[in-house]
């Protein structure tokens, strides 16, 4: 019997503005918002760029938080397949992303870079070398 497929997955973060959070993944990484609820004052959105999709969601009640502040150890929220990490790392700085790790190849044998989010959330950007 053949194995049913999956294509992706999507990440969802609880974020303290929603608003702050789609300019800083439009400007700085060049995602795009699919989806916006409601339109006005959001609490809900849906980013994507190319098959990175990620969901953010605010509520005045709970917190953001990030893994870094659970465990220090385990500081990454997303791993984002990049199969050009390095031209993704020139795109990014060209429209002014600061990265909390630089582009590298990494002591567990991947080659990337990582960026933190305005609340904290740590993705890597890269692939195995």
């Known amino acids: 019997m053949t194995q049913a497929k999956t294509t992706a997955i999507s990440p969802c973060f609880i974020v303290s503005n929603v608003d702050r959070t789609i300019a800083f993944y439009r400007e700085r990484l060049g995602f795009e918002t699919t989806f916006l609820a409601?339109?006005?004052?959001?609490?809900?959105?849906?980013?994507?760029?190319d098959g990175a999709q990620l969901f953010v969601k605010s509520d005045a009640e709970v917190a953001p938080l990030p893994n870094h502040m659970?465990?220090?150890?385990?500081?990454?929220?997303?791993?984002?397949?990049?199969?050009?990490?390095?031209?993704?790392?020139?795109?990014?700085?060209?429209?002014?992303?600061?990265?909390?790790s630089q582009l590298q190849d990494t002591h567990d044998g991947l080659r990337g870079f990582e960026v933190t989010d305005p609340d904290g959330y740590v993705l890597f950007f890269g692939r195995p070398r």
């Open 70 to 100: 659970r465990h220090r150890f385990m500081r990454l929220d997303a791993f984002v397949y990049a199969p050009d990490p390095d031209a993704l790392a020139a795109e990014f700085l060209e429209h002014g992303a600061e990265f909390s």
């Open 38 to 49: 409601p339109e006005e004052n959001p609490f809900f959105a849906i980013l994507l760029r």
